[in-house]
């Protein structure tokens, strides 16, 4: 079994930048990779960024690229969005997920979420 841990959201102006963090506990040794995903009210969730563990191989949705980065920290089992020129469309729940296969873009495990907030 897999925990994922969240942190780092909050409410933000237009042009600020925030920095989640994820910290995975317990099984994590068949990871394949990590991913960030939100979901904004009254829309389906959306994939943001993903990240190969091995090989730190990164892809972004569109909307962000340029503006956010995902990254990820092995010694501490943490993966990071830090996200810059904040838009007020960015505002939604934003949940870090981990991917056990390769075969599959389907991801296995959820975090419970973190809120982000950018006012105009």
């Known amino acids: 079994q897999v925990q994922l841990v969240e942190a780092g959201g909050g409410l933000v102006q237009a042009g600020d930048s925030l920095r989640l963090s994820c910290a995975a506990f317990?099984?994590?040794?068949?990871?394949?990779?990590m991913g960030w995903f939100r979901q904004a009210p009254g829309k389906e969730r959306e994939f943001v960024a993903g990240?190969?563990?091995?090989?730190?191989?990164?892809s972004y949705y569109d909307s962000v690229k340029g503006r956010f980065t995902i990254s990820r920290d092995s010694a501490k089992n943490t993966v990071y969005l830090q996200m810059n020129g904040l838009k007020p469309e960015d505002t939604a729940v934003y949940y870090c997920?981990?991917?056990?296969?390769?075969?599959?873009?389907?991801?296995?495990?959820w975090g419970q979420g973190t809120q982000v907030t950018v006012s105009s």
């Open positions: 990240i190969i563990w091995s090989s730190g191989l990164t």
């Open positions: 997920a981990l991917r056990v296969s390769s075969g599959s873009s389907a991801y296995d495990y």
């Open positions: 317990g099984r994590t040794a068949s990871r394949y990779g």
